[in-house]
């Protein structure tokens, strides 16, 4: 089988070669682009791959604005961060999708699915496929404020007045930007899903924060990140690893 991968990050290029071998060392990746140019120069000039996996945000746009430019006629599995209930729907349809970080698991699920199907996607359903794809992402309600407990009563909480999300141990709190701390009855899995990724960024398993509540940004050893926030936190606020590319993308390099 011959892949062409697209995406603009080394490091989950890199995993996805690594797993890909691992699931059928015979596999050919025939080629890697990072953009949008790169990917049409290549698809017009290369023969055609047997399946291509491609990453939705790219370094000069959505990889959406590729089959406006050229037909594609090979099957896609997408590669996003967005959240599995924007995308559920894709899971019936023979294009299909992969969450980051990508894991072994469905990555083969994924190739099975593709065997089993064995087609090429006709341009137009494809065509369909990504349309109803881009009406999710843009179409898509997130919560503007959250209902919670303060001192025997009930306030409402307006998101954009939430500086951060964070857990201590099995209790998740947030906290507001003139500093004042309350209880969240949200697992922050499911606060990463009601909440808009433009403005907020989970950071590490136990920290989602605003993007306007970032001060300044530190390197940090293991090859990641420390913030200073604002309000000030009193444990480090760190970005992990395996987030430090997504979220200097997220800050705007």
């Known amino acids: 089988m011959k892949i ?7 490091l989950a290029v890199r995993k996805l070669q690594k797993i890909l071998q691992s699931i059928e060392p015979s596999m ?18 290369q023969s055609k791959p047997d399946l291509i996996f491609m990453d939705i945000e790219l370094a000069d746009g959505q990889s959406f604005e590729i089959f406006n430019l050229i037909e594609v006629s090979s099957p896609v599995i997408f590669v996003t961060s967005y959240d599995e209930f924007a995308l559920r729907a894709f899971k019936v349809n023979s294009v299909d999708y992969l969450l980051k970080p990508i894991q072994k698991d469905e990555l083969k699920a994924a190739l099975d699915k593709y065997r089993k199907l064995q087609v090429t996607q006709s341009n137009g359903n494809l065509e369909n496929l990504i349309r109803d794809l881009q009406t999710k992402l843009q179409t898509r309600d997130y919560r503007n404020r959250f209902l919670v407990k303060y001192l ?18 099995r209790i998740n709190f947030f906290k507001t930007f003139d500093n004042k701390r309350y209880l969240i009855d949200y697992l922050l899995e499911d606060l990463e899903d009601m909440l808009d990724p433009k403005s907020f960024f989970r950071i590490s ?7 306007e509540c970032v001060d300044k940004i530190e390197e940090y050893f293991g090859s990641r990140l420390i913030l200073q926030l604002k309000p000030a936190f009193d444990k480090e606020a760190i970005v992990s690893r395996e987030k430090v590319s997504e979220f200097k993308k997220w800050m705007g390099k």
């Open 205 to 211: 398993r136990s920290f989602i924060i605003s993007i």
């Open 4 to 10: 062409l991968i697209i995406e603009d990050e080394d």
């Open 152 to 169: 025997q009563k009930l306030i409402s909480i307006e998101v954009s007045d939430i500086a951060y999300f964070y857990s201590e141990g």
């Open 28 to 45: 050919e990746i025939i080629g890697v682009t990072d953009s949008i140019q790169s990917s049409v120069e290549w698809l017009t000039n």
